[in-house]
């Protein structure tokens, strides 16, 4: 049984940063693609980072290329965000999210596996 556990989120002002922490429990950690996806009030949840088992490919959305670094450790099966330069429209629920399928990739439909999620909120 796979379970994420998502830490890390909370109250930053505009310009600062946060790091966000996934603990992946159930199954080989490193075999499987990982992301980060987002949604804030009204909106649609969307793709944010995505990251190889190996952690050699990276997947970034345009919105958050330059400021947000994803990383994993997979001898702690944890799974990193690192958020800088926030923005008040980086406001929104945190997901870390993992597929059934082995291989990379970071297409949304493919994330079966979800967190619980995490509050991120950046004040103007």
């Known amino acids: 049984q796979v379970q994420l556990v998502e830490s890390g989120g909370g109250l930053v002002q505009a310009g600062g940063s946060l790091r966000l922490s996934c603990a992946a429990s159930g199954r080989t950690f490193r075999r499987y693609s990982m992301g980060w996806f987002r949604q804030a009030d009204g909106k649609e949840r969307e793709s944010v980072a995505a990251?190889?088992?190996?952690?050699?490919?990276?997947y970034y959305a345009d919105s958050v290329k330059g400021r947000f670094t994803i990383s994993r450790d997979n001898a702690k099966n944890t799974l990193y965000l690192q958020m800088n330069s926030l923005k008040p429209e980086d406001t929104a629920v945190y997901y870390c999210?993992?597929?059934?399928?082995?291989?990379?990739?970071?297409?949304?439909?493919?994330?079966?596996?979800w967190g619980q999620g995490t509050q991120v909120t950046v004040s103007s």
């Open positions: 990251i190889s088992g190996t952690g050699d490919s990276r």
């Open positions: 999210a993992t597929g059934a399928s082995l291989g990379w990739y970071h297409e949304p439909a493919l994330y079966v596996f």
